[in-house]
């Protein structure tokens, strides 16, 4: 067998098995949603978070934002003031309510070695009263402590990262797509 044809099996046999009912979960907790979306994410998570940013303006009318979508100032924080509190301090200036939630897009789901930005980011919105959502790859730090977590099926450890990473965009069109979310329809 072809890797392709391999890594697409596992694409299909994970995605089969993903539990639909946390996906709608999160629809509904995004419907309801009365204050800002912040969807955070490192690597490729984070150009998901900007692509999702751009779907949930534009087709559900949802005001998001992706902290990692503004280079200079990411590295501005991150220079300055180090990486693990890049997130917290740009929900703080954001002035982060009880009203918003973040969205919490990773592989590993944070840990103090990996992502302890993500952990600062959920303390944070915790400590707020905001909503935290989650959608991952492993049983890290964020489905842990999140209302909502779409957790990803067992997948083979050497495609975890490219697999958790693309069935995130999956996810996030599902849910742009959803009837509950979706206020506008796509062009094509």
């Not at 740009?90 to 309510?97: A, G, I, M, T």
Request: hydrophobic share 45%.
């Amino acid at each position: 067998m072809s890797h392709s044809r391999a890594f697409l099996d596992e694409i299909a046999l994970v995605a089969a098995n993903y539990n639909s009912e946390h996906i709608e979960a999160l629809a509904a907790v995004l419907a309801a949603l009365e204050g800002r979306l912040f969807i955070l994410g490192a690597g490729g998570s984070a150009a998901n978070a900007s692509h999702a940013v751009n779907d949930f303006r534009k087709l559900c009318g949802i005001e998001a934002y992706a902290p990692t979508d503004n280079i200079a100032e990411l590295t501005a924080w991150t220079n300055d003031e180090g990486w693990p509190s890049f997130f917290q301090e740009w929900l703080v200036e954001s002035r982060l309510e009880k009203s918003d939630a973040i969205l919490i897009l990773s592989v590993g789901g944070g840990s103090e070695q990996v992502s302890a930005g993500l952990i600062h980011a959920i303390t944070y919105a915790r400590f707020m009263g905001a909503a935290v959502y989650a959608i991952v790859g492993l049983q890290g730090y964020a489905a842990q402590n999140s209302d909502v977590c779409v957790l990803l099926p067992e997948v083979k450890k050497q495609w975890l990262t490219p697999i958790a990473e693309s069935l995130q965009s999956v996810i996030l069109h599902s849910l742009t797509s959803h009837p509950w979310l979706q206020k506008r329809s796509t062009k094509w």
